[in-house]
C-alpha cells in the first residue's frame, strides 16, 4: 500500500450562503483538496457556477484547488481557470477532440492534469495518455449532480486503471467521485482509488464530524 491517501470534499453540496465559513471548516479538519464541479447545462444537463465564485474562494483559503471540468471544449477556458487559482485542472475525454493537446496546454501553465471518464466510457480510451496524466478521475456517478447513489460497476472500472497505470510504472492519482460515503470508501481504496472525492457525505451534517469518519474509514483500511 503506502498509496498517498487524499481527501477533496465537494462544494457543490455546501451551502453558498456560508460558503467561505464551510471551506473554512473543510480545511481547518484537514482536507487536503478543495474539490470545484464546474457545469455548464451542455456536456451535463445542470449549471453549477463558475470563475467569480472561484476567483473570491480563492482568497479565502490556501487549499488546493481540484477543478472539475464539466462542460464542452475546455480548452477555450484552461487559461482563464489556471490564471483564477485551479492548482489542478481535469476535463473530460468526451468532451473534447484532442485529449493529448488539452493535457500539454494545462502543464504548459504549469499546473497538474487530470482526465476524466463518464461511466459509460471504456477505461482503455486513456491509455495514449496514461504516461502524461498527473490523475485519472473515474466517475462513479453518471456527473451532473451530487447526492447520486455509487454505481457498483465503477469498482472493476477502477481497478482496470489501477492496472493500466501499474503495467507502466505509474503510480499516478486515481480520483473517485459521485456516491462515496465513509461507509463505502474501503471499497473504492481497496480497487485502487486515492483521491475520494465527497459532497453530500462531507456537506451535509456536522463537516467537522463527517471529516473525522471518512478519515476513520481511510485508517480503518491502511490496517
Ligand atoms: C457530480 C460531481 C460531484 C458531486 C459529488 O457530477 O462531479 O463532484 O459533487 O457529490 P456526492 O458526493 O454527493 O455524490
Ligand atoms: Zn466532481
Not at 498517498?4 to 467561505?20: E, K, Q, T, V
Not at 476524466?116 to 482503455?124: D, F, H, L
Not at 499516478?172 to 483521491?195: C, F, K, S, Y
Amino acid at each position: 500500500m503506502g498509496r498517498n491517501m487524499i481527501l477533496s470534499p465537494s462544494i457543490l453540496a455546501a451551502d453558498f450562503s456560508i460558503l467561505g465559513k464551510q471551506i473554512k471548516e473543510v480545511e481547518e479538519a484537514g482536507a487536503e483538496y478543495l474539490h470545484i464541479d464546474v457545469m455548464d447545462g451542455s456536456f451535463v444537463p445542470s449549471i453549477s457556477f463558475g470563475m467569480p465564485v472561484i476567483a473570491s474562494i480563492r482568497k479565502a483559503t490556501g487549499m488546493i484547488f481540484d477543478v472539475h471540468l464539466m462542460i464542452e471544449r475546455p480548452e477555450r477556458y484552461i487559461e482563464e481557470f489556471a490564471a483564477i487559482g485551479a492548482d489542478s485542472i481535469t476535463f473530460h475525454l468526451e468532451a473534447v477532440k484532442e485529449p493529448g493537446i488539452v493535457i500539454d496546454k494545462i502543464h504548459g501553465l504549469g499546473k497538474k492534469a487530470g482526465l476524466s471518464v463518464k461511466p459509460a466510457t471504456p477505461i482503455s480510451e486513456i491509455i495514449p495518455y496514461a504516461d502524461k496524466l498527473d490523475m485519472l478521475l473515474v466517475m462513479t456517478v453518471e456527473p451532473g449532480f451530487g447526492g447520486q447513489e455509487y454505481i457498483p460497476a465503477s469498482t472493476e472500472r477502477i481497478r482496470e486503471a489501477r492496472r493500466i497505470f501499474s503495467e507502466r510504472g505509474l503510480a499516478t492519482d486515481i480520483q473517485v467521485d459521485g456516491g462515496i460515503r465513509a461507509d463505502n470508501v474501503h471499497v473504492v481504496l481497496e480497487a485502487g482509488a486515492n483521491v475520494i472525492v465527497a459532497g453530500s457525505a462531507i456537506f451535509k451534517g456536522d463537516i467537522g464530524e463527517n471529516i473525522k469518519n471518512m478519515r476513520k474509514a481511510f485508517a480503518a483500511f491502511e490496517k
